[in-house]
Structure formats: structure tokens, C-alpha cells
């Protein structure tokens, strides 16, 4: 049975907002220490490591970020998170974390672990910021879901659901950089599969299930974040069992639990109703 343990939103660095930035190392401490004990298959970094402000900057911070991980021995996949991209390049990412930040698959046995590295760079254009998919990103999605042989855990930094961020203290006012404008086509995408799958994300700072088309989207709380709580910070990070049954765990100040019977989740139901009629309106309910 796979066991991956999840970190988020790290955001090592100065306070910013209700982020505990100053805090996050310490707080990493205690991850590794529950990775040592655990010692599952994979730890999973969902991106964000550092709380960006220079070229400079960023380049120390990720450098202590990738120190404090070099103390966790069992594999690591790292994601890039938009701070991290802010002021640092991908190849910058990669030699700071000796680690391809490109797409790939990771075979667990009886599963598999499609890490789905999609550019995170927010675009700062006239219009509003958004998030813009670089060429292949979704075509690679798209062809591995389709041609999965098993059971599928794709990670990603930004949440695939399309989620509600209603009172969500950083997206409530801003969900256009909660998702990918590109999210009708990657749902499309992801429906294709014919296996169980889960997806899971960081970015929007809090825990959450969404099921879309029968495939349960989670996203973990951010490390060092404390906007549900202030003012402490979450100290949050996951455990996701993979079997017949889906079993997910976020630890912290905020636990949350679920499980979930995988075959359940290649299910798919009946297309969405058109819009009603008027003679339709009255049998609706």
C-alpha cells in the first residue's frame, strides 16, 4: 500500500499578510520528524516554499529550504509554487533542488503518481493576473489520464477542481489566480480516466474536498499559514494511504480526515442537465 506524505506552502522568509513565514523552518522540523517516523514511500513538496522578495533573496531562501529537506531520507518530489517563481526561473529551481522540474510519472506499485509540474509563473498583465498553461503542459496531462493502466494520484500546485474560495481570506476576492483560466479543458482531461484517481494541491491555503466527476480534488492547508486560526500557524501537513480505499489525512491544527472506496472514483455519472425549460422548472426539485 502506497504512503505519501504532503508539505505545502512552506513560505520560508519574513511575515507577509497572516503567513508565519519566520517561523516555517522550525515548524519543517517537525514534518521531518514525522517523515522519519512514518517513513513513507514518497514525500510530495506541493510548491511555495519560500515567502518571495528579491532574485537575491530568493535564491538564499530556497537554498535553506532545500537544506532543511536534505534531512528527510526517503524520495522527494518537489513542485514549483508561484513564489517560487516570482523572481526565480524553473532552471534555477531545479539546481537549488538537483531535481528536473519537468512532468512525470512515479511508479508506486499498485499505483502510480502523475507529478504534473504546470507552469506557475502568475502573469501581471492590464487585465488582471492570471495563470497561463506553457505549450505541452495539457497535452501531457491529457495523454498520461488517458492511457493510465492504474490506479492515479496526480499533484499539481494549483487546485484542478474549480473550487468555491468563498471566505477564503487570500481568494475570495481574487479566484481568477485560484485556478488555471485553462480549467474546462484540464477537467475534460482528467474525466477521461477509466482508473481510480485522486488529485491534490496546495496554493489556497486551506484543507478541502471537491468531487468533481467522481474524482476527489484536496487541497492541504499551508505550513506556516494562520488566517483560520491567527494568530498560529497551522503547522499542516498530509498522509495519503492508497489501496482499495483512498485515506487521507491532514495533520495540524485544523486535522481532517476522509476516506473514500477508490473504484468509486472511475465512476462516472450522467452529463450535467441542460438548462430548463419552463415546463421542466416545477419537476426539478
Not at 531562501?61 to 536534505?70: Q, R
Not at 531520507?73 to 514549483?80: E, F, G, N, Q, Y
Not at 491534490?200 to 486551506?206: K, P
Amino acid at each position: 500500500m502506497p504512503r505519501i506524505a504532503f508539505i505545502a506552502d512552506i513560505h520560508h522568509g519574513e511575515d507577509v499578510l497572516t503567513k508565519k513565514s519566520s517561523q516555517a523552518l522550525q515548524l519543517f522540523a517537525q514534518f521531518a520528524e514525522f517523515v522519519a517516523a512514518e517513513q513513507p514511500d514518497l514525500v510530495i513538496d506541493l510548491g511555495d516554499r519560500i515567502a518571495d522578495r528579491s532574485h537575491d533573496t530568493d535564491l538564499m531562501l530556497e537554498h535553506e529550504v532545500a537544506a532543511a529537506f536534505a534531512s528527510i531520507r526517503v524520495p522527494i518530489r518537489h513542485l514549483c509554487g508561484n513564489h517560487d517563481r516570482d523572481f526565480l526561473s524553473v532552471a534555477e529551481n531545479e539546481a537549488i533542488l538537483d531535481q528536473s522540474m519537468g512532468h512525470e510519472v512515479v511508479d508506486l506499485g499498485s499505483w502510480q503518481v502523475l507529478v504534473w509540474r504546470a507552469d506557475t509563473r502568475i502573469h501581471r498583465l492590464p487585465e488582471g493576473d492570471t495563470f497561463r498553461l506553457a505549450d505541452g503542459d495539457l497535452d501531457w496531462l491529457a495523454d498520461h489520464v488517458r492511457q493510465a493502466v492504474k490506479p492515479t494520484l496526480v499533484v499539481s500546485h494549483v487546485p484542478l477542481s474549480g473550487q468555491s474560495q468563498r471566505s477564503n481570506y487570500y481568494f475570495h476576492a481574487n479566484y481568477g489566480i485560484s485556478i488555471y483560466p485553462e480549467l474546462e479543458p484540464i477537467q475534460a482531461a482528467l474525466r477521461e480516466a477509466r482508473m481510480p484517481m485522486i488529485c491534490v494541491s496546495g496554493h489556497v491555503h486551506w484543507n478541502s474536498l471537491t468531487i468533481v466527476d467522481a474524482i476527489p480534488h484536496v487541497t492541504l492547508q499551508s505550513l506556516s499559514e494562520s488566517w483560520p486560526h491567527p494568530p498560529k500557524a497551522a503547522k499542516a501537513w498530509g498522509l495519503l494511504k492508497l489501496s482499495e480505499t483512498i485515506d487521507w489525512t491532514a495533520f495540524g491544527r485544523q486535522r481532517f480526515q476522509f476516506s473514500l472506496n477508490a473504484m468509486s472514483t472511475a465512476e462516472r455519472g450522467l452529463a450535467p442537465h441542460p438548462p430548463f425549460g419552463r415546463s421542466e422548472v416545477v419537476d426539478a426539485g
